[in-house]
Nanobody, 114 residues
Framework: QVQLVESGGGLVQPGGSLRLSCVAS????????MSWYRQAPGKERELVAS????????NYARSVKGRFTISRANSGNTVYLQMNSLKPEDTAVYYCYAPALTSWGQGTQVTVSP
């Protein structure tokens, strides 16, 4: 079955960095667009970034553009989200998502606080 397992979340100070990872299994990873979403308390889940199957095309939410970078390693069935210059408003649970399969990971908590 399809599995998406995120890791790398944690507590970081404003201005700091984190790198999230999502390891996929149970489907043809290299053929699928992958995305990262986030959901803050009391807010709707929102798209953060997406990457094409071969990594050649990416897109970002306006709020993270220039600070976050999505990438992937098809050889390891892994998608990454490098987050720099983190702000308190980036605090959320971050989810890995395979749009074509409508499959979600369990999420990883990112907290940005002094």
């Amino acid at each position: 079955q399809v599995q998406l397992v995120e890791s790398g979340g944690g507590l970081v100070q404003p201005g700091g960095s984190l790198r999230l990872s999502c390891v996929a299994s149970g489907f043809s990873f290299s053929r699928n667009v992958m995305s990262w979403y986030r959901q803050a308390p009391g807010k709707e889940r929102e798209l953060v970034a997406s990457i094409s199957n071969n990594g050649g095309s990416t897109n970002y939410a306006r709020s993270v553009k220039g600070r976050f970078t999505i990438s992937r390693a098809n050889s390891g069935n892994t998608v990454y989200l490098q987050m720099n210059s983190l702000k308190p408003e980036d605090t959320a649970v971050y989810y890995c998502y395979a749009p074509a399969l409508t499959s979600w990971g369990q999420g990883t908590q990112v907290t940005v606080s002094p």
